[in-house]
C-alpha cells in the first residue's frame, strides 16, 4: 500500500522532469567551463515564469471544481428523472425497467467519453437522444405537474452534460501553456551565471548545481501538476475526479 502510496506522488515525474534535468546539470557546467557570469536582475525571468504559471494552475482548479458541480447536477438530474419515471402508476413494469437501462446507458456513456481522450460524443449522444425520445413518446401518459418536473430535470441533464463535454474538449490556452514551458526550459541559461556570481567565487560549485536543480524541479512540478489537473477525468493525477461516485448505480 505505502508502495502504491509512493508510486501516484511519482505521477508529477515525467519526460519533462528529464528534460529540466539534464539542462540543470548541463548549463551550470558550461558556465563553469567556460567562465559565463553575470549578474542579473531575476525579477522581470521570475514574472515572466510565475505569473503565468499561477494562473494555469489557478485555471485549471477552476475547471476542475466547475467539473464536480456539473457531475453532481448531472447525476442528482438523471437520478430524479429516474425517480419520476418509477413513480408514475401509467407506465408498465416493462417501461420502467427500460427506462432505468436508458439512464444507466446515458450516464455510463457519458462518464466513458471523458475518461477518453477522443473529441467524439456522438456515441454519448446517441444513448442521451434515446432517453429524451422515450420520454416524449410517453408524455401523455405522466400527469401534469410530474410531466413538468420532468421535463424541467431532463434539461438539467443534457446542460450538464454538455458543460462536462465543454470542460473535456476545451482546456487553458494552449499559447500560455506552451510560453510558460518555454522558459522555464530556458531559465537556467539566465539563471545559473546570475548564481555562480550570487555565491561567489570561492563557494563550491555542487551547491550551484543544487539550487539550479531545485529550482527547476519545483518549476517543471507544478507545470506538471497543472497539465495533470486541468483533465481531471483520466485518473492520472492525485486530483482527478472518481467518477464511480457520480454513477447513478453507485
Known sequence: ?????????????????????????????????????????????SIAIIFPLVFTIRGAFRRREKALEHLSRFRSSLKTVENLINMNANLTEKEKLTVMSLVKETNHGLYHYLETSSEDSTDFDKKLKKLIDFIIQNKEAISGGSKQKLFRFT???????????????????????????????????????????KLGEGNPEWLTYFIVILSEFILISLYNIQDQMEYPFDLDGLDDIKLDKFKVDR
Not at 546539470?25 to 549578474?39: H, T
Open 155 to 197: 434539461k438539467d441533464v443534457v446542460e450538464s452534460s454538455d458543460n462536462l463535454i465543454g470542460i473535456h474538449t476545451h482546456r487553458t490556452p494552449i499559447s500560455l501553456k506552451a510560453y510558460c514551458l518555454i522558459f522555464i526550459y530556458i531559465f537556467p541559461v539566465i539563471y545559473t551565471p546570475t548564481i555562480i556570481n
Open 1 to 45: 500500500m505505502a508502495a502504491n502510496s509512493l508510486a501516484r506522488y511519482l505521477t508529477i515525474l515525467n519526460y519533462r522532469t528529464l528534460i529540466v534535468l539534464l539542462l540543470s546539470i548541463g548549463v551550470p557546467y558550461v558556465a563553469y567551463e567556460f567562465g559565463i557570469v553575470y549578474n542579473l536582475d531575476l525579477t522581470l525571468i
